[in-house]
């Protein structure tokens, strides 16, 4: 009998060493759990043995190594814990219970009826199911089977026992420890591809981790700063707001964040993440200079918008869908003789009359529901008082391009169209004034030269000198209301709109009635005048006609001579009109153009000239008082009397 034990001590210490030599050289834990599974099958009285655990998903206990023959026994069985017969067997009642169960007599036990043909068939004759157990929890089962019946014994029950829990911690170990290296390798993958610098101290500021962007950052290499403390490795740290943001965390196990600019030699602003844990911190940053640099640029671009805002000379507000207005400017606040604080939040009806306000909401309206922007010319009373508006709305979005509002932008144009309405009325006037001087006052001088020609043969020899004088003013008015009625229709429609016009026709019909206007004249074309269109309209012989008759009227000499000649370039034309007169003094010329001038000793108006140079310039042209005439010029005397008036024209 004590040999029969001594056997049996020696048979299983021999597998307890043989488990104890696979604990120590196994990785992992399927190692280990195939390795336990060699050392029972490879000794007697074990001819199969196996490890199962539970899968939650099918509720079954499923194999996860195997050794000895047998295998394709678990093939044909199933242990599934939803079953009432199957869950009362051995290996599901260790799992359950956290006890080895053993099966002495797999013939006549009841509890493995559902397994016993197959096991029988595979000449199994005993089982045990060993719990493997580690912290009062049962992680699997290691299942042996024998071909002898009672195969167990007492010794080797409990042995068993206490090997199926030596093994449960060793796994639970193994898995720990897996875990632990895998968690590593995650958070060695996750720390190199972040974009983040990252860098972590232990609870003495001893740095425990130094990833590649922190490398590149600081130009530092993990192998040189690894092991330092921070404080060593980086003493610029100390004073700054990093130290004391990394101590704040350290000491309270708060996470913090801030911003932070590093001076030379780095130059860079950066957004640190400070997490603490029971080893000490873990350091994230994110260089953000161009985040800053755009943030600063928005900061200057606002206040750019913010001043034009509120210096701008137009109402500038914005209103919700219901009219409620959310912000107004300074100007836009004057109009209501408000504030903007006490405008915001109020509606129109609070500041506009009735009928103001109904069209008003007419015009929000239309910009909300077509969502596209409009401009109107509108008439709003405010307190009794009209004012003119451009009314600008477009419709006012949010981030998600919703419209939840319009954004108005008016310009008040009460005075500009008071104005306009004073020159309307001030154009009315004075096209009335053209028509009186066209019709009525030239056909009255018209019956006193017709009536004075007359009365030349029933005057006496004292009498026709006075006629004369009489016939003479009343030609000279006839010429003032062509010079005046030419003017106001250049004041009443001061746009011109330049065709194709005909140069030599104009100067030719302008030449023959200053001919027939004054006796005694000598003009003369020089050459011949080009036949080139140029861009003028009608009252191109205006011009024409001042400057003939200037030379003439203003001309001292008994017999008045005046030279008409052009010159062609390639986009314009130059008409000079020179005369034999007295020429116009230098200090004159500046001014002679203007609006009321009069050369000496003259009895015009001085308006013909201004007349000459609005039209010309109204044409795109110019005109100037040459300094001289030609040397070669037959109107110029020997002592340089006379003037040259030169007129460009565009061509056309």
Known sequence: MGGSVDRTQSRINDVIRRVHEALIAAETCDELEAAVCRAFAESEPYVFAWIGAHDPETDRVVPSATAGRGAAYLDEITISLDDPAEASGPTASALRTGTAQIMQRIRDDPDYGPWREQALSYGFESSAAIPLVADERTDGVLNLYSERVDAFAETERSLLAELGATIGTAMSGLRARQELESQKRRYKRLTERISDAYYAVDDEWTITYWNDQMAARTGRPAAEVVGETLWTAFPAILGSEAEEQYRTAMETNQPQSFEMYVEDPFDYWVEIDVHPDDDGLSVFSREITERKRREAELTRAERRLDAIVHNTSESIYIKSRDGEYLFINEVGAEVFGSTPEAVVGTFDDEHFDAESVEGIA????????????????????????????????????????????????????????????????????????????????????????????????????????????????????????????????????????????????????????????????????????????????????????????NAVQHNDKATPEVRVSATVETDTVTVRVADNGPGVPEDLRPTIFGKGEKGLDSQGTGVGLYLVRTLVEAYGGDVWIEERPPAD?????DDGEGAVFAVELPTA
């Open 362 to 549: 007419d015009d929000d309206r239309h910009v909300i529901e077509t969502e596209t922007a409009e401009t109107w010319e509108r008439v709003r009373y405010v307190d009794g008082r009209k004012h003119v508006f451009i009314d600008n709305k477009f419709p006012y979005r949010d981030g998600s391009g919703e419209v939840i509002g319009l954004v108005g932008v008016s310009r008040e144009i009460t005075d500009r169209k008071a104005y306009e309405q004073r020159l309307q009325e001030q154009r009315d006037g004075l096209d009335l004034l053209n028509k009186v001087v066209r019709h009525d006052i030239r056909n009255n001088l018209q019956v006193v030269l017709g009536y004075g020609e007359l009365l030349t043969e029933h005057v006496d020899v004292d009498g026709r000198g006075h006629l004369r004088t009489i016939l003479k003013n009343a030609e000279s008015a006839v010429e003032l209301t062509h010079t005046a009625a030419d003017l106001a229709e250049v004041m009443v429609n001061p746009d011109r709109d330049p065709v194709r016009i005909s140069l030599d026709d104009v100067i030719r019909t302008q030449i023959t009635e200053i001919r027939e206007t004054f006796d005694g004249v000598d003009v003369a074309v020089d050459g011949s005048l080009p036949t080139t269109a140029v861009l003028a309209d009608e009252m191109l012989s205006s011009v024409f006609r001042n400057l003939l008759k």
């Open 633 to 637: 010029a037959s109107t110029a005397t």
